[in-house]
């Protein structure tokens, strides 16, 4: 049905809601092939292509390598087979696009939930001071650094909060600022040098002037002392060839001053005020995404941080992100790239596995995960779904090369259906409404919500209004692209997709602030190149290693990062 915007913020005739999925009718066939096609997926990645993709904690790094495995384990017989494998029916509900029916893998479901419940366990027997050889009797985890289900109890999580978001000024600002400058390269190491470089901590306010002292230390850390200053974990590539005409195909700039380069232009396009007029984690996300080489993935981490901090306040509503390992096990639970092939997909993933996990703990006979400590109730969030498939996917990839015992030796649990069955979320799941805590989704018949949407109704003509552009999809060169719309009112469940011709008729002022909003972002970066070129850090002939030529150094040490990182990034 054609919707035609009929004035500022105002558009389009009544709808039904996206979340009536099986009465939603994809007409428009372009539409449909976009939505579908957007962000599309590269092949699942081998286990040599992204087992060091997840983030890892030095300081939580079991230290079983040397030593004979850890207790007698569930069954330490090598998994040359898995158990028959039982698939029950499910459907995705993912966001603008029709429900898909789908299965689930109970093999890989069961060994998921296992392994969630067995990690947390192990975390509170750490606190509870028991040894680290004698925290769990799975073999897998005892001989592999395996992180914890809920990421804010990662001693890495944890330091960034406390050095890099809890030291220096608060304003949202240099606290942003902070942030920015860290996941630029995700190493503790190279922040230190950083800030002993300047003998303090970096702050916004003289960043210009500081400048060449990090390009100088950072310089002669890669090329001097041959160290990394990129961490793999969290691998942002450098944005080099945006700060160069020639997208640097003469190796002029090194990838850390594009990396310090990108940082300016993000401040100079006032991100953090841009940032604060974002009331959900998914817009947050999207506008973070706006800045060149800030994927989702990258988007999603630096927001969960920004989001415990006291000037941001985003409601998740089951929003999240997933990296290549929880895409990739994601496919093993629900039947492969044919289903989980795009990021609605992967959300709609995320969800039915919130929205079902009580049935799955009913059936195991265990305790949801509960991390009191940080204000939770029993229970995980979406968030941390992701990043605990993260983990067992990592977890899978260890046991499956070095054929290690695992849980998914131990049979198909038994239980009641009539018990299991009729198991659903408890009440204050519905009940709580601060999205910090518990990022639940829609409150079905919530009040509130119900009455925004009512207010936002013309009566006589039946006209909903733009609240505001959340993202494009495509090439910012593309005529006439295809906008998430917020609903005012409505929440972002209820998004839907418009054309750019659509919305210029009435809500064009709305469309014009996205507009100016991505211009000022690549107005920035063009600022940056040209008012703050890259001067080579000359090297002291007196170095060791400044007899190497140093082009060649920057091929091998900066030129070929990522590759690099991948081989590198972290020690099991």
Not at 514 to 543: A, C, L, T
Request: with cysteine.
């Amino acid at each position: 049905m054609a919707r035609t915007p009929r004035k500022r913020k105002s558009a389009l005739p009544a709808r039904k809601s996206a979340h009536d999925q099986t009465e939603i009718n994809v007409e428009d066939e372009a539409l449909k092939n976009a939505l579908n096609s957007q962000y599309q997926r590269a092949p699942y990645p081998t286990p040599s292509d992204d087992d060091d993709l997840c983030s890892a904690d030095e300081d939580d790094k079991l230290d079983f390598e040397d030593e004979a495995t850890a207790g007698t384990g569930y069954n330490t017989t090598p998994l040359l087979g898995k158990p028959t494998s039982f698939k029950e029916p499910a459907i995705l509900r993912p966001q603008g696009l029709p429900q898909v029916e789908t299965t689930v893998d109970d093999h890989w479901t069961y060994l998921f939930f296992r392994f969630c419940a067995e990690r947390h366990k192990m975390y509170d027997r750490r606190q509870a001071g028991i040894p680290r050889d004698q925290l769990t009797k799975d073999e897998t985890m005892s001989k592999e650094h395996i992180g914890n289900v809920f990421r804010q109890l990662d001693p890495s999580s944890k330091n960034i909060g406390i050095d890099i978001i809890g030291k220096g000024d608060q304003s949202h600002e240099e606290v942003c600022f902070r942030l920015f400058l860290y996941c630029m390269f995700y190493s503790e190491a190279t922040w230190n040098a950083l800030c002993t470089s300047i003998g303090g901590i970096p702050t916004w306010r003289n960043y210009i002037s500081d400048l060449p002292v990090f390009e100088s230390v950072l310089h002669r850390i890669s090329f001097i002392e041959n160290k990394k200053i990129y961490y793999g974990g969290f691998q942002l590539v450098p944005p080099t060839v945006y700060f160069t005409d020639n997208r640097n195909r003469d190796k002029t700039m090194f990838h850390y001053a594009a990396s310090l380069r990108l940082v300016l232009a993000m401040m100079l396009a006032k991100l953090p005020d841009q940032l604060l007029k974002c009331q959900y984690a998914v817009d947050a996300s999207h506008v973070l995404q706006t800045i060149p080489t800030l994927g989702g993935f990258l988007s999603w981490n630096i927001l969960c941080f920004l989001n415990d901090t006291t000037h941001f306040t985003w409601y998740f509503r089951n929003y999240a992100t997933c990296g290549p390992g929880p895409r990739s096990y994601l496919g093993r639970i629900f039947g492969g790239k044919n289903v989980i092939n795009s990021i609605a997909m992967e959300e709609a993933g995320l969800i039915w596995l919130y929205e079902n996990q009580w049935k799955y703990w009913a059936r195991l006979g265990e305790d949801p995960p509960h991390a009191h400590e940080i204000g939770l109730r029993p229970g995980m969030r979406v968030l941390d779904f992701e990043n605990a498939l993260c983990w067992c996917h990592r977890y899978v990839n260890a046991f499956e090369r070095k054929r290690y015992g695992n849980f998914g030796h131990i049979p198909h649990p038994e239980y009641d259906p009539e018990i299991t069955e009729n198991t659903s979320a408890p009440a204050w799941c519905t009940e709580e409404r601060w999205m910090k805590s518990t990022s639940k989704a829609a409150w079905v018949g919530d009040y509130d919500e119900a009455q925004c949407k009512l207010e936002s109704v013309d009566g006589q003509e039946e006209v909903y209004e733009v609240e505001k552009i959340v993202m494009r999809k495509g090439l910012r060169s593309e005529k006439n692209s295809y906008f998430r719309v917020r609903w005012k009112g409505y929440t972002p469940e209820e998004d839907t997709w418009e054309k750019a011709d659509s919305l210029k008729d009435g809500a064009e002022e709305t469309l014009e602030d996205w507009v100016q909003w991505e211009n000022r972002v690549w107005d920035n970066i063009e600022k940056v190149k040209r008012q703050y070129p890259f001067i080579r850090p000359q090297i002291p002939k007196s170095e060791p290693s400044a007899v190497q030529d140093e082009n060649e150094q920057g091929d091998a040490r900066s030129g070929r990062a990522v590759k690099r990182m991948k081989r590198e990034a972290i020690p099991s």
